[in-house]
């Protein structure tokens, strides 16, 4: 059974940089698949911010390409997620997942979640 | 970027009813469709993809239809445990889009 577990601060400073860690049981990422993280604003929807696929290539949301970055690291089975120049905007509950198949971009499972909040 | 519309924002039933779902694409995704139940407190979890496929063990209360740009989310009979938040999701282009998600609540 694959399980994802978020985990990083919880309270970021604006102007600094997010940093989460997503890490994965039950599967190998290197086995492929699509691996996303996914946020949502408190009382609000679900934002996709980006995915990585084991062959190295990333994707990202337009309004958030150029602060963010999301990186594997196989040996340890985990996903990485860094987004830099926080502002309160980006204070959210983040989620990583894993796409159902190869090829394909629904996802499931997701972890629990991790609520990031911004600010000073 | 293809924006979804969903419909109705809260939608007010009582269990044993019918529930319709509306999800509406700004340009054709296709098949490229899926929805997610969330519940209070909890990730999303994956319901319908492709439209129409529901992934293993989901109970058959729960359908997908449409093509293009409309597409529809039925409950045949709403169960105490299917109040929640439901989101639908496009894959046919980047980025990926959510909705804005629709509330089922207890009438």
């Known amino acids: 059974q694959v399980q994802l577990q978020e985990s990083g601060p919880g309270l970021v400073k604006p102007s600094e940089t997010l940093s989460l860690t997503c890490s994965v049981s039950?599967?190998?990422?290197?086995?492929?698949?699509?691996w996303a993280w996914i946020r949502q604003s408190p009382g609000k929807g679900l934002e996709w911010i980006g995915n990585i696929y084991y062959g190295g290539n990333t994707y990202y949301t337009p309004s958030l390409k150029s602060r963010v970055s999301i990186s594997v690291d196989t040996s340890k089975n985990q996903l990485f997620l860094n987004l830099s120049s926080v502002t309160a905007a980006d204070t959210a509950v983040y989620y990583c997942a894993k796409s159902i198949a190869t090829g394909t971009t629904y996802f499931e499972p997701w972890g629990q979640g991790t609520l990031v909040t911004v600010s000073s | 970027e293809i924006v979804l519309t969903q419909s109705p924002a809260t939608l007010s039933l009582s269990p044993g009813e019918k529930a319709t779902l509306s999800c509406r694409a700004s340009q054709s995704v296709s098949s490229y469709l899926a929805w997610y139940q969330q519940k209070p407190g909890q990730a999303p979890r994956l319901l319908i993809y492709d439209t129409s496929k529901r992934p293993t063990g989901l109970p058959a209360r729960f359908s997908g239809s449409g093509s293009e740009t409309d597409f529809t989310l039925t409950i045949s009979s709403l169960e105490p445990e299917d109040f929640a938040v439901y989101y639908c999701?496009?894959?046919?282009?980047?980025?990926?889009?959510f909705g804005g998600g629709t509330k089922v609540e207890i009438k």
């Open positions: 039950g599967y190998s990422i290197s086995r492929g698949y699509y």
């Open positions: 999701q496009q894959r046919s282009s980047w980025p990926l889009t």
